[in-house]
T-cell receptor, first 109, second 112 residues
Framework: GIQVEQSPPDLILQEGANSTLRCNFSDSVNNLQWFHQNPWGQLINLFYIPSGTKQNGRLSATTVATERYSLLYISSSQTTDSGVYFCAVRETSGSRLTFGEGTQLTVNP | NAGVTQTPKFQVLKTGQSMTLQCAQDMNHEYMSWYRQDPGMGLRLIHYSVGAGITDQGEVPNGYNVSRSTTEDFPLRLLSAAPSQTSVYFC???????????FGPGTRLTVL
């Protein structure tokens, strides 16, 4: 099956800093999503982005499907951004969403 | 819309007991699925359904049963709970192939 690798596994920032999270995948996809799992365990949809670039406030994402990677940018980080960020993909030929192992982000005040 | 709802939020079972985790969605989504999340890991697919009356196995199906009698509901059954099934369970739905998937709030299950 498709492999999904996220980097870095852990990231510690000071409030106000910017960061880039990366997601590499091993096969063609027709769906790529970024999620934020908050400290209470809720999975929050950030972006549905199988290709192209999207922005939502301080967050933006870019997927280059031909090169099999996606980037999540967080600008002017806040303590409420803390949590785990997951990338999940669905193969063009499949029906299941495969998750990476996540990036644990800690934003200190 | 309530989105994807799950009950209960928390459950403690003894080894060998059975129970059903409930999942419902009010978005008329065709696809529904169950995932489990173990500590420090991403989510893994247990079972999924592409429509009423149709179900299939995911990555980790052993010990779980599902059925899909209506579009709205997709219950997950544990027939004989084992400590290895201690996990957080998420239900998800989407409207069709390749579309955005939405997750419920999760059920935290502990098997003693």
């Amino acid at each position: 099956g498709i492999q999904v690798e996220q980097s870095p596994p852990d990231l510690i920032l000071q409030e106000g800093a910017n960061s880039t999270l990366r997601c590499n995948f091993s096969d063609s996809v027709n769906n790529l999503q970024w999620f934020h799992q908050n400290p209470w365990g809720q999975l929050i949809n950030l972006f549905y982005i199988p290709s192209g670039t999207k922005q939502n406030g301080r967050l933006s994402a870019t997927t280059v499907a031909t090169e099999r990677y996606s980037l999540l940018y967080i600008s002017s980080s806040q303590t409420t951004d803390s949590g785990v960020y997951f990338c999940a993909v669905r193969e063009t030929s499949g029906s299941r969403l495969t998750f990476g192992e996540g990036t644990q982000l800690t934003v200190n005040p | 819309n309530a989105g994807v709802t799950q009950t209960p939020k928390f459950q403690v079972l003894k080894t060998g007991q059975s129970m059903t985790l409930q999942c419902a969605q009010d978005m008329n989504h065709e696809y529904m699925s169950w995932y489990r999340q173990d500590p420090g890991m991403g989510l893994r697919l247990i079972h999924y359904s592409v429509g009423a009356g149709i179900t299939d196995q995911g990555e980790v199906p052993n010990g779980y049963n599902v059925s899909r009698s209506t579009t709205e509901d997709f219950p997950l059954r544990l027939l004989s709970a084992a400590p290895s099934q201690t996990s957080v369970y998420f239900c998800a739905s989407r409207i069709g192939q390749g579309n955005e998937q939405f997750f419920g709030p999760g059920t935290r299950l502990t098997v003693l």
